[in-house]
Nanobody
Framework: QVQLVESGGGLVQAGGSLRLSCAASGRTFSSYAMGWFRQAPGKEREFVAAVSNSGGITDYADSVKGRFTISRDNSKNTVDLQMNNLKPEDTAVYYC??????WGQGTQVTISS
């Protein structure tokens, strides 16, 4: 059973940067696409970014295009989310997802104005 553990969340001022990381256990990591999602208080969980199993294809929500970059390292079983020019509306719990069904526990990102 693959498990996902996110890290890197925190509190930063608007305009700042954070880098989230998701570490996966298990030997099947490189077989699956990976994604980042977020959930703000009182809102539904939403898609943020995704990367193909090889890392060659990425996709982003319109709200983060040009500011966030997703990447993965299959030799380390990690997927990162570099977040730049952060805005207060980026405040949420960020979750990584493996394939279609496996979620991490989430990491809190708070952006102050």
């Amino acid at each position: 059973q693959v498990q996902l553990v996110e890290s890197g969340g925190g509190l930063v001022q608007a305009g700042g940067s954070l880098r989230l990381s998701c570490a996966a256990s298990g030997r099947t990591f490189s077989s699956y696409a990976m994604g980042w999602f977020r959930q703000a208080p009182g809102k539904e969980r939403e898609f943020v970014a995704a990367v193909s199993n090889s890392g060659g294809i990425t996709d982003y929500a319109d709200s983060v295009k040009g500011r966030f970059t997703i990447s993965r390292d299959n030799s380390k079983n990690t997927v990162d989310l570099q977040m730049n020019n952060l805005k207060p509306e980026d405040t949420a719990v960020y979750y990584c997802k493996l394939g279609g069904t496996i979620w991490g526990q989430g990491t809190q990102v708070t952006i102050s104005s």
